[in-house]
Structure formats: structure tokens, C-alpha cells
């Protein structure tokens, strides 16, 4: 085991590395089992965990674009029109025309996802106990505090890759 998150970072032991030892795939497994734990909760109210970040967005009625639904998501446009397409499909969301730009649509929730919303945060809340069993809340706090500046150092580093 590594002593250090450097000794994994500048290759020491590179023979005996776990995946247990890596804080990054232990974060992608958290992740993927909270999607999948999400999803299960979401289903049966006609919801996706994907759609989670738009309703989240439109939850107080305002109508936002497509490009900024994905700035704010933090996921690619096609994939987000997707996402959009089948919840217009679905009768989750609406489209109308921007008054301010006519090439741009926005969208906002119909009063189908509105309803949807409590029990939604319901269901993600009673997850989320099961998740954070036995973390005190110094712990919890400690956690997003960590998980916070991990995500400012991976959006800094997106950016300048990008520029």
C-alpha cells in the first residue's frame, strides 16, 4: 500500500498498486453506485437520475437554453438534447422560443415534472441516508469539502487543456 497519494502520483510501488489505493477509481465506483442506486428510486416515478441535474436547474419554473442546461450539467450538448428530446417525449419538459435570441429554444418543467419533484427529493434523500450510514457529519462535511476543491482542480485542468 502507498503511503501517500504521491507515492501513487510519481509511480513508486507501481508494481503493487490496488485499485483499492486510488482515490479516483474509488470516487468513479461511489459514483456509478449512486447512479445506479438513483436510478432504481427514480424509475418508478417515470424519472431517470441522468434528468436529475435538469430538473434540479428548472425546478423554480425558469426557462433556461440547451447550451447553458449543459454548461450547468457539466455534460456535452448532443447528449443533453438527447436527454431532452425523450423528456419532451415524456412530457417532463417544454420548449418555447427565446424571446431574446430566435435560433435558441429554452426549456422548462411542465406541471407533470413539477409534480414529480417531492417525491423525487424524496426518494434521493432516503438513498442518500442509506449511503452516508455510520459518517458523522464532521465526516460528511469533511467529504464535500474535499469533493468541492477536487472538482475545482479537475475544471481548472478541463479548461486549460481546452485552451
Known amino acids: 500500500m502507498y503511503s501517500s497519494i504521491g507515492?501513487?502520483?510519481?509511480?513508486?510501488?507501481?508494481?503493487?498498486?490496488?485499485?483499492?489505493?486510488?482515490?479516483?477509481?474509488?470516487i468513479n465506483m461511489a459514483s456509478r453506485a449512486f447512479m445506479r442506486l438513483g436510478d432504481r428510486r427514480m424509475k418508478p416515478l417515470g424519472l431517470g437520475i441522468g434528468q436529475i441535474p435538469v430538473l434540479y436547474l428548472l425546478r423554480d419554473?425558469?426557462?433556461?437554453?440547451?447550451?447553458?442546461?449543459?454548461?450547468?450539467?457539466?455534460?456535452?450538448?448532443?447528449?443533453?438534447?438527447?436527454?431532452?428530446?425523450?423528456?419532451?417525449?415524456?412530457?417532463?419538459?417544454?420548449?418555447?422560443?427565446?424571446?431574446?435570441d430566435g435560433r435558441s429554444t429554452l426549456f422548462s418543467l411542465t406541471k407533470l415534472a413539477l409534480s414529480k419533484l417531492p417525491a423525487a427529493r424524496a426518494a434521493l434523500l432516503e438513498g442518500s441516508k442509506t449511503a452516508w450510514d455510520g459518517f458523522s457529519a464532521e465526516e460528511i462535511a469533511t467529504l464535500l469539502c474535499l469533493l468541492r476543491r477536487l472538482n475545482e482542480n479537475l475544471d481548472r485542468a478541463i479548461a486549460e487543456e481546452a485552451a
Open 7 to 26: 507515492a501513487y502520483i510519481t509511480g513508486s510501488k507501481t508494481m503493487d498498486w490496488k485499485l483499492s489505493d486510488n482515490p479516483a477509481p474509488l
Open 61 to 100: 419554473g425558469s426557462a433556461i437554453s440547451q447550451k447553458e442546461l449543459a454548461q450547468h450539467a457539466k455534460i456535452e450538448q448532443p447528449s443533453m438534447a438527447q436527454m431532452l428530446a425523450r423528456m419532451e417525449r415524456d412530457g417532463l419538459v417544454r420548449r418555447t422560443p427565446d424571446p431574446d
